[in-house]
């Protein structure tokens, strides 16, 4: 498995753990939304609780809303900021 599948699986857990989900990590789509319609159906409180569980996890920051928007669309973004931002896995 590469470090981009670990880190995918790492960010699934991660959401279902800190959000309390009502599905596995299994279940979420790497390509998936995450917010909106069709989505998996989180909110903003959700949204700011993703932003603290990456910087305390993994020391990502997200400043503005605007980059929240970007990187919070889905695991793959999520994934693609980590590795931009040079997390490999945990």
Do not use: C, W
């Amino acid at each position: 498995m590469s470090n981009t599948a670990e880190l995918r699986a790492e960010v699934k857990r991660m959401l279902v753990d800190n959000l309390m989900l009502q599905v596995t990590a299994e279940e979420i789509k790497d390509d998936q939304l995450l917010f909106g319609p069709g989505s998996l159906g989180l909110d903003s409180v959700d949204a700011l609780q993703i932003v603290v569980a990456l910087d305390k996890n993994y020391g990502l920051k997200i400043p503005d809303p605007e980059t929240a928007r970007t990187v919070l669309q889905s695991v793959n973004t999520i994934t693609a900021a980590l590795e931009q931002h040079g997390v490999t896995q945990r």
